[in-house]
């Protein structure tokens, strides 16, 4: 049952707020019977027994959008039939998802923290981006932020005010309790926003969209999706100059919005997880943006560590990336992730805000024994994947061996790095120097593993320590600069910066799979569903790069012929040193 408001819109305009109380009074009547509908109509399906149906139920503005992914997902799965108990709100969509009666609910707002606490679980479905729109008539196109709160506020009541016609301004609102007032209220409006006495009340996104067509010189907030949906015949504004694209919000130009998700049970059958599943392929991600609806992703943040500088570091790990995005779908999103030091990475893998890293020997060590973390891959060059630490200083600075260092400037990296500490560190001790920065005459920490060479090379140090690998990679630009420095000693080999995985993988899609390890396995595009899957995907990809033309740029901008898989073995090398070091990686804090 849908209950139109067009025809009472201007009864409204001219009685004013009594008719608009009568209107609410009869509105909040009918929701309470599609509640009552809803339920009816879940009770009445399940008395079918064991078909192959998924009953929705829920949030009338995800509706459409649901009804489309229904019958996308009918076509591809054959006797499969997703049935819509009359709309309502998120509310009762959650309340019936609850009480088993609805396979899914359809959510339009985030959840309260009571809804939290429950059994079930919410997952991201799309961002609904929210517009503001007026009738085809009115010459305005562009309005700023500030100029919409005067509208709504009253203050501006003529179009002309706003550089249209000379019309007054009939303000279209929605209802408090609606997703879309509760959107505008955290994101433009205020809590203690009051509108304009004069704004007529809409219960249903359908009645909003009808009158911004309808009723002349209006002003309202729809869905961007709703508008390609019912191909609405109205002017969308500009926002502060800013389009409402899928493309400007992707940028974080245009970011009003308001999220759509499903809720499912904490057991949900198994025609429900191939909803799920359709809903978050491939398939499912594209039909949603082909409507003006961006999928909500999954951030696979990858933290790269400042072995050179950071701007370096992104033109070297940027193709990479990108590389990624393209082959993991649409449902998960890659990014990089350039952290300041190396402890941060440690921390960031900790907590779970980053999923993955390159980390040299030492990071992969601590994060190994603090973190849990999973090596995958490591880049080789010319059939070397490992490095060593080099003391190095100027030839013509008459330094021989460590007995000329005594009150000489030595630049180590950071205390989280094999090469740039740990090795220098035991190099000292070997000859009897337990306490290097009293032996040496100052003590610099460069953070990146060039700038110790660079500083070397151009005398503001005496020695230092960093890893040879960036030696060679400076050496391509600065031809002279191994032909200038000396190599005083070099330490054993250990494994190159390896491709970690978090243990803490906690995506929405991997707890929701968790809980029916039978459904069925996901399209070749779709994104990974559980752990152990996405370790198999990234390792494939990337063993795999130099088979695939596009993998050549990658892999030439990190400086690699290609990846070698890596084990907990190749750590032997730096676990020893840290032993002989005398420190404990479980609770190493650099």
């Known amino acids: 049952m849908f209950v139109s408001t067009t025809g009472v819109i201007w009864a409204v305009q001219q009685e004013g707020t009594h008719v608009t109380k009568r209107l609410g009074a009869l509105l909040v009547l009918v929701v309470g019977q599609l509640v009552v509908a809803c339920k009816q109509d879940a009770a009445t399906s399940n ?16 509706y459409p959008l649901a009804e489309i992914l229904a019958r ?8 499969y039939h997703v049935v819509f108990s009359p709309p309502t709100h998120s509310r009762g969509g959650i309340a019936e998802v609850v009480s088993g009666t609805a396979n899914v609910g359809l959510v339009s707002r985030p959840l309260s923290t009571e809804e939290q606490r ?32 005067d509208i709504y506020a009253g203050k501006i009541n003529n179009w002309k005010e706003a550089g249209g016609h000379d019309a007054p301004i009939v303000v279209l609102d929605r209802a408090e309790h609606t997703s879309l007032k509760i959107a505008l209220r955290q994101q433009l409006f205020g809590p203690s926003f009051e509108v304009v006495r004069s704004a007529v009340v809409l219960e ?14 209006s002003i309202g907030y729809v869905s961007l999706g709703d508008t390609i949906l019912q191909t609405l015949d109205a002017s969308i504004l500009q926002v502060d100059g800013t389009i409402p694209t899928l493309s400007n919000f992707r940028h974080g130009l245009y970011t009003i919005t308001r999220p759509f998700g499903l809720l499912i049970g904490p057991r949900p059958s198994k025609n429900t997880m191939m909803f799920v599943d359709f809903v978050h392929s491939e398939d499912g991600q594209r039909t949603m943006e082909s409507y003006g609806f961006p999928p909500v992703t999954m951030d696979l943040t990858i933290a790269v560590l400042p072995e050179q500088r950071l701007l370096t570091q992104e033109e070297r790990y940027g193709p990479l990336v990108d590389y990624l995005s393209r082959h993991l779908g649409l449902q998960m999103r890659v990014r990089l992730k350039l952290l300041p030091d190396y402890s941060a990475a440690i921390e960031e893998l900790k907590s779970g805000r980053s999923a993955a890293a390159f980390l040299g020997s030492l990071p992969f060590a601590l994060a190994r024994a603090q973190a849990g973390v999973e090596p995958l891959v490591r880049p080789e060059k010319d059939g070397v994947s490992q490095y060593r630490g080099l003391i190095v200083t100027r030839k013509d600075r008459g330094i021989r061996d460590w007995s000329d260092l005594k009150g000489k400037s030595f630049g180590f990296v950071d205390k989280s790095t094999t090469a740039g500490y740990i090795f220098p ?16 005459g100052s003590v610099v920490y460069t953070g990146s593993h060039d700038l110790v060479f660079t500083k070397v090379f151009n005398g ?16 391509k630009s600065i031809p002279q600069i191994t032909e200038e420095l000396q190599v005083l000693a070099a330490s054993p080999w250990v494994p190159n910066n390896t491709f970690v995985l978090s243990s803490k993988l906690d995506f929405p899609c991997f707890r929701c799979h968790s809980f029916v390890p039978s459904s069925p396995p996901p399209a070749a595009a779709g994104a990974p569903r559980q752990p152990e899957e996405l370790r198999r995907v990234l390792t494939d990809l990337l063993l795999k790069l130099g088979e695939d033309p596009e993998g050549h740029r990658v892999l030439d901008a990190l400086g690699a012929d290609r990846f070698v898989p890596t084990t907990l073995e190749d750590l032997a090398a730096v676990d020893k040193m840290l032993r002989e070091a005398g420190f404990d990686p479980h609770t190493y804090n650099p």
Do not use: W
Not at 460 to 475: N, P, Q, S, V
């Open 425 to 440: 560190l035991l190099y000292f001790r070997e000859h009897g120097i337990k306490h290097p920065d009293e032996y040496l």
């Open 204 to 217: 249903r996104p359908d009645d909003l969209t009808t009158s911004l067509m309808e009723v002349e010189n």
């Open 72 to 79: 996308q997902f009918e076509k591809s799965k054959p006797g």
């Open 47 to 62: 008395a079918g027994g064991e078909e192959q149906i998924v009953r929705v139920c829920g949030s009338d503005d995800v």
């Open 460 to 475: 503001e140090l005496d020695a230092g320590a960093a890893k040879d690998l960036i030696l060679a990679e400076m050496a």
């Open 118 to 149: 429950g059994d079930s679980t919410y997952l991201h479905l799309a961002h609904d981006i929210v517009v503001f729109a007026t009738h085809r008539g009115v010459a305005v196109r562009n309005l700023s932020r500030q100029q919409l709160l």
